[in-house]
């Protein structure tokens, strides 16, 4: 499941790997307290050690790209970082996981009418995203507004071609079992207390920029300490108060600095948020999903495993990707 979320991240960003690898894990280590916590932990720190790379990965990353700060291509020098950054604490977390195989299930799965289309639209909007940006200066959120379109567009064509059966009605089965495709219903289901946090922590980030309490943050940490102690402190503070707001900040700061610098703290907001749990969007949905089995207890158990992974990532970084 690590190595799966590692390159999941990268597509379908984090804290949506998170969410989608939980699900498998709560059906395979059913009852399997230890076994869900530890294999929660490695899917939180291979999420966002896969999505540091990517700027589609991480909500971070994204905001570095949209700012025009580092160009598409360059976020993937971070690849290698991120993959020492993973298998560090995975490798010594290996060690822990309890011995056995589960149960198999014998239920048949089977992928619904359109699923392999959206799919593909899914692909198309990140190609948009990226065209619009790269080739035609055009904010990438325009790119996934498009992609929009174009499932409400094949949600449309769903919606008039399906065939109505028994099991749609309340009499039959498990309601919503062979419903019609509706987009709507899906863009509802969305996590909109979530966007509200992230809508409000800018709107406090951007007024502390205002009345100029980052300038002079920006100064002590990035005149004082030098930009390589500060951003490796930004993958700190990013373990305690979540990286999103932390990396607001630093944008709202504006330091001047080199692309490898841009570059490493790009990494370690991104993968500093897995010391702790509360630290990354990813390690904040899982608590939520295997409530009473993945806690920030358990999670500060491995926590020294995963800051030496952090350490490691940021020194093969200095090494490969430094002038």
């Known amino acids: 499941t690590g190595i799966i979320s590692f390159f999941l ?23 399997n307290v230890r076994f869900v916590s530890i294999a929660c932990i490695n899917i939180v720190v291979a999420a966002n050690a896969g999505g540091a790379f990517s700027p589609f990965g991480d909500i971070t990353t994204l905001m570095v790209w949209q700012k025009g ?23 010594i977390m290996s060690f822990a996981i309890p011995q056995g195989r589960p149960a198999s299930g014998e239920a048949v799965v089977a992928m619904k009418r359109g699923s392999v289309a959206i799919m593909f639209l899914f692909a198309c909007t990140i190609a948009t995203a990226v065209s619009f940006h790269n080739f035609l200066g055009l ?27 028994a099991s749609d009605s309340l009499a ?12 709507f219903r899906e863009v509802a289901r969305a996590e909109w207390d979530t966007l509200l946090f992230f809508f409000g922590v800018i709107m406090s980030v951007g007024g502390l920029g205002f009345i100029g309490y980052l300038d002079i943050l ?26 999103i707001p932390v990396m607001v900040a630093v944008l709202q700061m504006q330091p001047t600095m080199d ?17 702790l749990s509360i630290g990354s969007a990813a390690g904040v949905a899982l608590m939520g999903q295997a409530r009473g089995m993945y806690t920030f207890f358990r999670h500060l158990k491995w926590t020294p495993a995963i800051a030496l992974g952090y350490a490691a990532s940021i020194w093969v970084h200095m090494l490969i990707n430094g002038n």
């Open 69 to 91: 700060i580092l160009d598409f291509h360059v976020f993937f020098k971070l690849l290698i970082p991120s993959v020492v950054n993973y298998l560090i604490p995975a490798t």
């Open 9 to 31: 991240s990268p597509i379908i960003d984090n804290m949506t790997t998170a969410l989608v690898m939980s699900a498998v894990i709560l059906a395979v280590g059913r009852g």
């Open 139 to 165: 904010p990438a959120f325009l790119g996934m507004t498009t992609g929009l379109a174009y499932l409400k567009f094949f949600g449309y064509y769903l919606r008039k071609t399906h065939v109505p059966l």
């Open 218 to 243: 920006s100064a002590y940490l990035y005149t004082e300490l030098g930009a390589t102690t500060a951003n490796v402190m930004v993958g700190v503070i990013s373990a305690v108060i979540d990286n």
């Open 259 to 275: 692309t490898t610098q841009w570059l490493l703290v790009t990494l370690t907001a991104g993968v500093g948020g897995s010391m």
């Open 172 to 183: 039959y089965g498990e309601t919503g079992d062979v419903q019609a495709f509706d987009s």
